[in-house]
């Protein structure tokens, strides 16, 4: 579905964030949750303001990632950015996928290839030792090069199949510790939002908003 333009100078700098992001899946859980501690803001994403190239995610860690989409929206569109950089991370697999997990099997983005990709490099790894967990770093950039981040983690474990329909990426194989029995993919989207990492992200960023004044 094709997104709406949005006339940029229709927007107010002082009310509007862009969301440095092409998933929509992102675009919704950023704004359902961050739009409770910021009333009144609105959140476009970056491609309904026009067509720009995604910068290079040269980094190694979350939060360098997050910096760099956050920072290059800002320089785009001269309002204020947030990113997301966010990946599961397997104990069993020292890390992987990691920063890497949206292309993990080689295409950006192929979730069914990226699941499969893992369900066969977990093959035969017991119940106990497939802990995971999805991180997530909320970069925050202010076009007067004020930064702010928030990071969170959503514990659980690796299952032997995909379940559940809702959700992207690997919440049919993620099992929360919060959710036992259900894969993240089997949670409504409010289930989703009350423990993701991106909430718990986005929860440490508000409360940085909070504490500075917002």
């Given at each position: 579905?094709?997104?709406?333009?949005?006339?940029?100078?229709?927007?107010?700098?002082?009310?509007?964030?862009?969301?440095a992001?092409?998933?929509?899946h992102?675009?919704?859980?950023?704004?359902?949750?961050?739009?409770?501690?910021?009333?009144g803001?609105?959140?476009?994403?970056?491609?309904?303001?026009?067509?720009?190239d995604?910068?290079?995610?040269?980094g190694?860690?979350?939060?360098?990632?997050?910096?760099?989409k956050a920072?290059?929206a800002?320089?785009?569109?001269?309002?204020?950015?947030?990113a997301?950089?966010s990946?599961?991370?397997?104990d069993?697999?020292?890390?992987?996928?990691?920063?890497?997990?949206?292309?993990?099997?080689?295409?950006?983005?192929?979730?069914?290839?990226?699941n499969?990709?893992?369900?066969v490099?977990?093959?035969?790894?017991?119940d106990?030792?497939?802990?995971?967990?999805f991180?997530?770093?909320?970069?925050?950039?202010?076009?007067?090069g004020?930064?702010?981040?928030?990071?969170?983690?959503?514990e659980?474990?690796i299952?032997?199949?995909g379940?559940?329909?809702?959700?992207?990426?690997?919440?049919?194989l993620f099992?929360p510790a919060?959710?036992?029995?259900?894969?993240?993919?089997?949670?409504t989207?409010?289930?989703?939002?009350?423990?993701?990492?991106r909430?718990?992200a986005?929860?440490?960023?508000?409360?940085?908003?909070?504490e500075r004044?917002?």
């Open positions: 579905m094709a997104l709406e333009h949005i006339d940029s100078t229709t927007l107010d700098p002082a009310n509007t964030i862009v969301v992001t092409g998933n929509m992102k675009l919704t859980e950023i704004e359902a949750i961050l739009s409770k501690v910021l009333p803001t609105r959140f476009v994403a970056l491609g309904q303001l026009g067509s720009f995604d910068p290079e995610e040269t190694t860690m979350f939060l360098e990632n997050a910096l760099i920072e290059a800002v320089a785009q569109t001269g309002f204020t950015a947030i997301d950089d990946g599961l991370v397997v069993a697999l020292d890390g992987e996928p990691g920063v890497y997990s949206a292309r993990y099997a080689g295409e950006h983005g192929n979730d069914a290839a990226n499969e990709k893992l369900l490099k977990m093959d035969g790894v017991a106990a030792d497939r802990t995971a967990r991180m997530s770093v909320v970069a925050l950039v202010e076009p007067s004020a930064v702010l981040s928030g990071t969170g983690a959503c659980g474990a299952g032997h199949e379940r559940g329909d809702h959700g992207f990426g690997y919440d049919p099992l919060d959710t036992p029995g259900k894969t993240m993919a089997e949670l989207p409010d289930e989703k939002n009350a423990i993701s990492h909430f718990y986005l929860q440490d960023l508000a409360a940085q908003l909070v004044g917002a």
